[in-house]
């Protein structure tokens, strides 16, 4: 490994990996949007589900 000329880079650089390492991750959170007739692209049994709301104003 090349050494560091500049400590204080070498320092920031470890914490804010320390940091992104060490933070919880967000809560994985599901919702139940019903479909009904609405149009879909896919299998209603899809693993991943991307629902887009439009507001055309």
Known sequence: MRRCRFPFLA???AA???HAVASPSAAETRFDVPVG???AVGPANA???LIEFVDYQ
């Open 11 to 13: 320092i920031l650089s």
């Open 16 to 18: 804010v990996i320390l």
């Open 37 to 39: 007739d609405s149009q």
């Open 47 to 49: 693993p991943v589900t």
